[in-house]
């Protein structure tokens, strides 16, 4: 009990609020090609991964970006074209001599960030869908908002709306 009490006590303590009325949150949304690659493809677990072309789009605050080719989606995110697939000669490229290659597959991705200004100083720590997604209820009229910063202040966990 003691233990689970010292812990609880550290990660509380780790945790810091911070307000803020000058902030942005952004999500980047991936597409990445990926093969996999293995001697056999159906019993080995862990077969080698290899990416191929890659685009990105940088959505802030919940609006559309101006290269955005879909969405919004089910999640309110933009996303860029496809990049190319990789061709038969470019998998069999980084194909082992005595493996086989798994069909291209097309991975989706999207990294949050929250960037906010603490006095002179501009932070910018990772995030999460939740918090995205309040920035964009919150953003166009400018709501002060209180974070909370996680352990080390090294990330935001949470953020909410402050009662005017």
Do not use: H
Not at 104 to 122: A, C, D, H, N, R
């Amino acid at each position: 009990m003691k233990l689970f009490s010292l812990l609880f006590s550290a990660a509380i303590a780790g945790c810091t609020n911070v307000t803020t009325s000058q902030y942005e949150a952004t999500a980047l949304t991936t597409y990445t090609w990926q093969v996999k690659y293995a001697n056999n493809l159906n019993s080995e677990p862990s077969p080698r991964r290899e990416e191929f072309a890659t685009t990105s789009l940088l959505n802030r605050n919940g609006l559309k970006p101006s290269a955005a080719v879909t969405g919004p989606d089910d999640r309110g995110l933009w996303w860029p074209a496809l990049p190319p697939r990789p061709t038969v000669d470019e998998v069999e490229q980084r194909q082992g001599s005595e493996q086989e290659a798994s069909r291209p597959e097309l991975l989706k991705s999207v990294k949050y960030e929250f960037i906010y200004s603490e006095g002179t100083e501009q932070r910018t720590l990772p995030t999460d869908y939740d918090v995205y997604r309040q920035v964009v209820k919150a953003y166009p009229e400018r709501v002060p908002l209180e974070l909370t910063l996680g352990v080390g202040d090294n990330s935001v966990e949470k953020a909410e709306p402050v009662s005017q």
